[in-house]
């Protein structure tokens, strides 16, 4: 890929949390439907970048950061 057509986005750390807790889930249960294999390999690769770029999920109170930015979140 051209350095120039990198896609930059930024997140919270509460949608940073929330996203990667989601992806986790799926990669788990499998419920969402790929239709094409790109989708999958995205899906890993932001899973992948978002658990590189976390420390909260490793810190023993994750579960408490991570009920926070679910409530944060939620409308």
Known sequence: MVPDE?????LTL???LVLDDLLQGLGDQGVLP???PSQRRALWNLACLLE???VAPFKPDYRER???AKRNLTD
């Not at 990198?6 to 930024?10: A, F, G």
């Open 6 to 10: 990198d896609v930059r986005i930024n």
């Open 66 to 68: 991570l009920d926070a």
């Open 34 to 36: 790929i239709v094409h």
């Open 14 to 16: 509460d949608e940073a």
């Open 52 to 54: 590189s770029a976390l």
